[in-house]
Protein backbone atom coordinates (compact mmCIF):
# COMPACT_ATOMS: atom_id res chain seq x y z
CA UNK A 1 0.00 0.00 0.00
CA UNK A 2 1.11 3.27 -0.50
CA UNK A 3 1.63 4.55 3.78
CA UNK A 4 5.35 5.94 3.68
CA UNK A 5 7.44 7.13 6.36
CA UNK A 6 8.74 10.60 5.83
CA UNK A 7 12.16 10.85 5.04
CA UNK A 8 13.06 13.44 8.19
CA UNK A 9 12.05 10.66 10.72
CA UNK A 10 12.20 10.79 13.74
CA UNK A 11 10.68 14.51 13.24
CA UNK A 12 10.84 15.30 16.90
CA UNK A 13 13.44 14.12 19.36
CA UNK A 14 14.50 15.20 23.15
CA UNK A 15 16.88 17.45 21.45
CA UNK A 16 14.16 19.44 20.04
CA UNK A 17 12.66 19.87 23.81
CA UNK A 18 13.55 22.35 26.71
CA UNK A 19 12.81 20.43 30.27
CA UNK A 20 10.39 22.10 32.13
CA UNK A 21 12.46 22.43 35.26
CA UNK A 22 16.06 23.36 35.16
CA UNK A 23 16.70 20.30 37.56
CA UNK A 24 15.06 17.98 34.69
CA UNK A 25 16.39 16.40 31.67
CA UNK A 26 13.53 14.93 28.84
CA UNK A 27 13.76 11.59 28.37
CA UNK A 28 11.21 11.22 25.85
CA UNK A 29 8.92 13.04 23.49
CA UNK A 30 6.41 10.70 21.92
CA UNK A 31 2.35 9.45 21.90
CA UNK A 32 1.35 12.85 20.54
CA UNK A 33 -2.54 14.04 19.87
CA UNK A 34 -3.04 16.01 16.53
CA UNK A 35 -5.07 18.45 15.36
CA UNK A 36 -5.67 21.59 12.66
CA UNK A 37 -6.54 24.89 13.67
CA UNK A 38 -5.93 28.06 11.71
CA UNK A 39 -3.85 27.01 9.09
CA UNK A 40 -1.70 25.18 11.52
CA UNK A 41 -0.99 21.06 12.50
CA UNK A 42 -1.01 21.08 16.69
CA UNK A 43 0.89 18.29 18.11
CA UNK A 44 -0.11 17.51 21.74
CA UNK A 45 3.26 15.71 23.11
CA UNK A 46 3.76 13.58 25.56
CA UNK A 47 6.96 14.92 27.58
CA UNK A 48 9.15 12.86 29.58
CA UNK A 49 10.90 14.27 32.49
CA UNK A 50 13.65 13.24 34.97
CA UNK A 51 16.18 14.62 37.82
CA UNK A 52 19.04 14.89 35.97
CA UNK A 53 21.34 13.69 39.26
CA UNK A 54 19.98 11.79 41.57
CA UNK A 55 23.60 11.18 43.21
CA UNK A 56 24.65 7.52 44.00
CA UNK A 57 22.82 6.68 46.86
CA UNK A 58 19.85 8.14 46.28
CA UNK A 59 16.71 7.87 43.14
CA UNK A 60 15.51 11.33 43.02
CA UNK A 61 11.47 11.14 42.00
CA UNK A 62 9.29 13.72 40.87
CA UNK A 63 6.03 13.65 42.11
CA UNK A 64 2.86 16.14 42.66
CA UNK A 65 1.76 16.55 46.09
CA UNK A 66 -1.85 15.32 46.46
CA UNK A 67 -2.86 18.23 48.72
CA UNK A 68 -1.07 21.23 47.53
CA UNK A 69 -0.98 20.15 43.57
CA UNK A 70 2.64 21.20 43.60
CA UNK A 71 5.68 20.04 42.54
CA UNK A 72 7.51 17.99 45.28
CA UNK A 73 10.41 15.58 45.48
CA UNK A 74 10.54 12.01 46.58
CA UNK A 75 14.55 10.45 48.07
CA UNK A 76 13.98 7.03 47.39
CA UNK A 77 17.48 4.92 49.08
CA UNK A 78 18.62 3.19 46.48
CA UNK A 79 20.15 0.45 49.56
CA UNK A 80 16.40 -0.21 50.98
CA UNK A 81 15.40 -3.86 50.54
CA UNK A 82 11.76 -3.06 50.25
CA UNK A 83 12.03 -2.12 46.26
CA UNK A 84 13.25 -3.07 43.05
CA UNK A 85 15.14 -0.71 40.90
CA UNK A 86 16.09 -3.33 37.77
CA UNK A 87 13.35 -1.89 35.83
CA UNK A 88 14.79 1.81 35.10
CA UNK A 89 11.08 3.36 34.22
CA UNK A 90 9.52 2.47 37.66
CA UNK A 91 10.62 1.61 41.34
CA UNK A 92 8.41 -1.13 42.70
CA UNK A 93 7.99 -2.16 45.62
CA UNK A 94 9.02 -5.93 46.60
CA UNK A 95 5.55 -7.88 47.86
CA UNK A 96 3.22 -5.49 47.35
CA UNK A 97 -0.46 -6.68 45.22
CA UNK A 98 0.71 -5.14 42.00
CA UNK A 99 4.28 -4.89 42.72
CA UNK A 100 4.24 -0.98 41.51
CA UNK A 101 5.33 1.54 44.05
CA UNK A 102 6.30 4.69 41.64
CA UNK A 103 7.29 6.16 38.50
CA UNK A 104 11.22 7.81 37.90
CA UNK A 105 9.77 10.34 35.69
CA UNK A 106 6.85 12.78 35.10
CA UNK A 107 5.26 13.20 31.70
CA UNK A 108 3.66 16.62 30.89
CA UNK A 109 1.57 17.50 27.88
CA UNK A 110 3.47 20.29 25.12
CA UNK A 111 2.57 21.36 22.12
CA UNK A 112 4.25 21.91 19.09
CA UNK A 113 3.50 23.99 16.02
CA UNK A 114 3.73 24.12 12.23
CA UNK A 115 2.66 25.09 8.70
CA UNK A 116 3.75 22.31 6.74
CA UNK A 117 3.13 19.21 9.27
CA UNK A 118 6.98 17.96 8.95
CA UNK A 119 8.76 20.96 10.80
CA UNK A 120 7.46 21.84 14.19
CA UNK A 121 8.28 24.63 16.60
CA UNK A 122 7.61 23.25 19.97
CA UNK A 123 6.11 25.28 22.93
CA UNK A 124 9.11 26.21 25.72
CA UNK A 125 6.53 25.58 28.68
CA UNK A 126 4.14 22.78 29.05
CA UNK A 127 0.08 22.71 28.14
CA UNK A 128 -1.01 20.85 30.60
CA UNK A 129 0.46 19.82 33.32
CA UNK A 130 -0.35 17.36 36.24
CA UNK A 131 -1.84 19.17 39.28
CA UNK A 132 -3.96 16.57 41.24
CA UNK A 133 -3.74 13.81 43.08
CA UNK A 134 -5.07 11.20 40.51
CA UNK A 135 -1.93 13.15 37.97
CA UNK A 136 0.45 12.79 40.72
CA UNK A 137 2.62 10.68 38.44
CA UNK A 138 2.25 12.42 35.39
CA UNK A 139 -0.04 12.79 32.66
CA UNK A 140 0.49 10.40 29.34
CA UNK A 141 -0.79 9.83 25.78
CA UNK A 142 -2.78 12.64 24.80
CA UNK A 143 -5.63 12.50 21.74
CA UNK A 144 -7.12 15.19 20.24
CA UNK A 145 -10.81 15.52 19.07
CA UNK A 146 -12.67 18.73 17.53
CA UNK A 147 -16.06 18.84 18.01
CA UNK A 148 -17.83 22.30 17.12
CA UNK A 149 -14.75 24.12 17.48
CA UNK A 150 -14.00 22.84 20.41
CA UNK A 151 -10.73 20.72 20.92
CA UNK A 152 -11.21 17.68 23.81
CA UNK A 153 -8.31 16.31 24.65
CA UNK A 154 -8.12 13.08 26.54
CA UNK A 155 -5.15 12.06 28.72
CA UNK A 156 -4.10 9.32 31.11
CA UNK A 157 -3.61 10.48 34.64
CA UNK A 158 -1.66 7.89 36.61
CA UNK A 159 -0.93 8.17 40.67
CA UNK A 160 -1.19 5.73 43.51
CA UNK A 161 -4.70 5.31 43.10
CA UNK A 162 -4.11 3.71 39.24
CA UNK A 163 -4.48 5.27 35.81
CA UNK A 164 -7.61 7.14 35.10
CA UNK A 165 -8.56 8.97 31.70
CA UNK A 166 -8.64 12.71 32.21
CA UNK A 167 -10.68 15.27 29.83
CA UNK A 168 -9.68 18.64 28.92
CA UNK A 169 -10.83 21.21 26.48
CA UNK A 170 -9.55 23.93 24.97
CA UNK A 171 -10.65 26.53 21.83
CA UNK A 172 -7.38 28.25 21.25
CA UNK A 173 -4.29 26.02 22.34
CA UNK A 174 -3.57 28.86 24.83
CA UNK A 175 -5.58 28.08 27.14
CA UNK A 176 -7.13 24.85 28.54
CA UNK A 177 -9.74 23.55 30.99
CA UNK A 178 -9.26 20.35 32.92
CA UNK A 179 -12.95 18.72 32.60
CA UNK A 180 -12.42 16.12 35.08
CA UNK A 181 -11.58 12.23 35.23
CA UNK A 182 -14.10 10.56 32.60
CA UNK A 183 -13.10 6.81 32.58
CA UNK A 184 -11.82 4.94 36.17
CA UNK A 185 -8.91 2.40 36.57
CA UNK A 186 -7.37 0.67 34.79
CA UNK A 187 -8.92 2.85 31.86
CA UNK A 188 -6.43 4.08 28.53
CA UNK A 189 -6.17 4.82 25.01
CA UNK A 190 -9.35 6.43 25.18
CA UNK A 191 -10.75 8.27 22.12
CA UNK A 192 -13.55 10.35 21.44
CA UNK A 193 -15.59 10.33 18.06
CA UNK A 194 -15.66 13.72 16.26
CA UNK A 195 -19.49 14.27 16.15
CA UNK A 196 -22.80 12.96 17.49
CA UNK A 197 -24.09 9.57 16.28
CA UNK A 198 -27.65 9.29 16.16
CA UNK A 199 -27.80 11.80 18.98
CA UNK A 200 -25.21 10.39 21.15
CA UNK A 201 -21.14 10.81 21.71
CA UNK A 202 -19.00 7.53 21.09
CA UNK A 203 -15.42 7.00 22.46
CA UNK A 204 -13.43 4.08 22.73
CA UNK A 205 -11.25 2.62 25.52
CA UNK A 206 -9.93 0.23 26.98
CA UNK A 207 -10.02 -0.96 30.55
CA UNK A 208 -8.14 -3.40 32.00
CA UNK A 209 -9.45 -6.69 34.19
CA UNK A 210 -6.64 -7.10 36.74
CA UNK A 211 -8.47 -10.75 37.40
CA UNK A 212 -9.39 -11.67 33.83
CA UNK A 213 -9.47 -10.73 30.38
CA UNK A 214 -7.01 -9.48 27.65
CA UNK A 215 -6.84 -5.99 27.08
CA UNK A 216 -9.20 -5.08 24.31
CA UNK A 217 -10.70 -1.94 22.76
CA UNK A 218 -14.24 -1.23 24.10
CA UNK A 219 -16.89 1.52 22.67
CA UNK A 220 -19.09 3.61 25.47
CA UNK A 221 -22.19 6.11 24.95
CA UNK A 222 -22.48 9.80 26.54
CA UNK A 223 -25.02 12.72 26.62
CA UNK A 224 -22.74 15.26 27.54
CA UNK A 225 -19.06 13.83 27.58
CA UNK A 226 -18.78 13.82 31.06
CA UNK A 227 -20.56 10.78 32.02
CA UNK A 228 -20.14 7.41 29.85
CA UNK A 229 -21.96 4.44 29.43
CA UNK A 230 -23.41 1.53 27.58
CA UNK A 231 -20.15 0.08 27.44
CA UNK A 232 -19.44 -2.86 24.96
CA UNK A 233 -16.19 -4.94 23.64
CA UNK A 234 -16.22 -3.63 19.63
CA UNK A 235 -12.62 -5.64 19.14
CA UNK A 236 -10.64 -8.57 20.90
CA UNK A 237 -7.02 -9.33 20.08
CA UNK A 238 -6.40 -12.33 17.75
CA UNK A 239 -4.48 -15.35 18.08
CA UNK A 240 -1.77 -15.78 15.62
CA UNK A 241 -2.02 -12.41 13.88
CA UNK A 242 0.28 -8.72 14.53
CA UNK A 243 -2.28 -8.04 17.13
CA UNK A 244 -2.79 -11.32 19.50
CA UNK A 245 -1.50 -10.35 23.03
CA UNK A 246 -3.62 -6.45 23.29
CA UNK A 247 -5.14 -4.13 20.99
CA UNK A 248 -5.48 -0.14 21.89
CA UNK A 249 -7.56 3.00 20.12
CA UNK A 250 -5.01 4.96 18.39
CA UNK A 251 -6.44 7.65 16.73
CA UNK A 252 -9.92 9.75 17.07
CA UNK A 253 -11.85 8.26 13.92
CA UNK A 254 -11.85 9.36 10.85
CA UNK A 255 -15.12 10.00 9.01
CA UNK A 256 -15.04 8.51 5.55
CA UNK A 257 -17.58 7.55 2.78
CA UNK A 258 -17.13 3.90 3.82
CA UNK A 259 -17.40 4.54 7.63
CA UNK A 260 -15.29 5.58 10.65
CA UNK A 261 -11.57 4.99 10.25
CA UNK A 262 -9.69 3.57 13.12
CA UNK A 263 -6.10 3.10 13.24
CA UNK A 264 -5.41 1.03 16.44
CA UNK A 265 -2.10 -0.48 17.84
CA UNK A 266 -1.38 -3.96 18.21
CA UNK A 267 0.76 -5.71 19.99
CA UNK A 268 2.31 -9.88 19.16
CA UNK A 269 3.61 -12.19 21.33
CA UNK A 270 7.38 -10.13 21.49
CA UNK A 271 5.56 -7.11 22.46
CA UNK A 272 6.24 -5.22 19.04
CA UNK A 273 3.39 -2.57 18.57
CA UNK A 274 2.45 -1.90 15.40
CA UNK A 275 0.01 -0.06 13.60
CA UNK A 276 -3.66 -1.67 11.65
CA UNK A 277 -7.16 -0.11 10.78
CA UNK A 278 -10.58 -0.75 11.79
CA UNK A 279 -13.75 0.09 9.60
CA UNK A 280 -16.62 0.61 11.64
CA UNK A 281 -20.51 1.28 10.54
CA UNK A 282 -21.34 4.77 10.22
CA UNK A 283 -24.49 5.14 12.05
CA UNK A 284 -23.46 2.31 14.27
CA UNK A 285 -20.24 2.44 15.42
CA UNK A 286 -20.08 -0.84 17.51
CA UNK A 287 -20.38 -2.89 14.10
CA UNK A 288 -17.02 -3.97 12.77
CA UNK A 289 -17.27 -3.59 8.87
CA UNK A 290 -13.46 -4.19 8.10
CA UNK A 291 -10.34 -5.10 10.23
CA UNK A 292 -6.50 -5.54 8.68
CA UNK A 293 -5.05 -8.73 8.18
CA UNK A 294 -1.39 -7.69 8.35
CA UNK A 295 -0.10 -4.67 10.06
CA UNK A 296 -0.32 -0.88 8.34
CA UNK A 297 3.04 0.07 10.24
CA UNK A 298 5.38 -2.00 12.06
CA UNK A 299 8.92 -1.06 13.88
CA UNK A 300 11.48 -2.03 11.69
CA UNK A 301 13.50 1.23 10.97
CA UNK A 302 16.39 1.77 12.69
CA UNK A 303 14.70 4.45 15.08
CA UNK A 304 11.73 2.05 15.59
CA UNK A 305 13.36 -1.21 16.63
CA UNK A 306 15.63 0.43 19.12
CA UNK A 307 15.00 3.45 21.92
CA UNK A 308 13.51 3.73 25.36
CA UNK A 309 11.29 0.93 24.79
CA UNK A 310 12.12 -0.99 21.72
CA UNK A 311 10.04 -1.93 19.03
CA UNK A 312 6.91 0.82 18.85
CA UNK A 313 4.89 2.18 16.39
CA UNK A 314 2.34 3.78 19.05
CA UNK A 315 -0.26 6.21 16.34
CA UNK A 316 -2.72 8.65 18.61
CA UNK A 317 -2.82 11.71 15.97
CA UNK A 318 -4.25 12.12 12.61
CA UNK A 319 -4.46 15.12 10.31
CA UNK A 320 -5.75 15.25 6.33
CA UNK A 321 -3.61 17.74 4.67
CA UNK A 322 -3.51 18.21 0.51
CA UNK A 323 -6.03 15.24 0.21
CA UNK A 324 -3.20 13.02 2.33
CA UNK A 325 -3.40 11.43 5.57
CA UNK A 326 -0.68 12.83 7.91
CA UNK A 327 -0.32 10.10 11.00
CA UNK A 328 2.06 11.34 14.03
CA UNK A 329 3.06 7.89 16.12
CA UNK A 330 4.95 7.35 19.31
CA UNK A 331 8.43 5.50 18.40
CA UNK A 332 9.80 3.60 21.59
CA UNK A 333 8.40 5.44 23.88
CA UNK A 334 11.70 8.25 22.42
CA UNK A 335 10.78 10.42 19.53
CA UNK A 336 7.70 10.79 17.04
CA UNK A 337 7.62 9.79 13.67
CA UNK A 338 5.46 10.86 10.68
CA UNK A 339 3.65 8.79 7.92
CA UNK A 340 2.01 9.50 4.88
CA UNK A 341 -0.80 8.42 2.84
CA UNK A 342 -4.49 8.58 1.90
CA UNK A 343 -7.65 7.27 3.07
CA UNK A 344 -8.27 5.46 0.06
CA UNK A 345 -5.19 3.96 0.16
CA UNK A 346 -6.00 2.12 3.45
CA UNK A 347 -9.34 1.63 2.68
CA UNK A 348 -8.38 -0.47 0.21
CA UNK A 349 -6.08 -2.39 2.12
CA UNK A 350 -9.72 -3.29 3.82
CA UNK A 351 -11.74 -4.27 1.10
Not at 24 to 41: H, L, S, W
Not at 46 to 61: H, L
Not at 98 to 115: E, P, Q
Request: proline fraction near 5%; aromatic fraction near 10%; charged fraction near 25%.
Amino acid sequence: MGIKRHESNPIITCEDVNPSNEDFEIIGVFNPGAARYKGEIILAMRIAERFMDSGNDYIKVPVIDRQSGLLKILNVDKGDSRYDFSDSRVIKEKGSPYDFACLTSMSHIRLARSADGVNFKIDSRPFIYPGNEYESFGIEDPRITEIDGSYYITYSAVSPYGIVTGLAVTSDFKNCKKLGNIFGTENKDVVIFPEKINGRYFALNRPVSKSTGDPVIWISESDNLLYWGNHKVLACNRKGFWDSKKIGAGIPPVKTDEGWLELYHGVDEREHYSMGALLLDMNCPSKIIARSEKPLLKPQEDYETGGFFSNVIFPCGAVKRQKKLYIYYGISDNSIGLAVTSVEDILNTLV
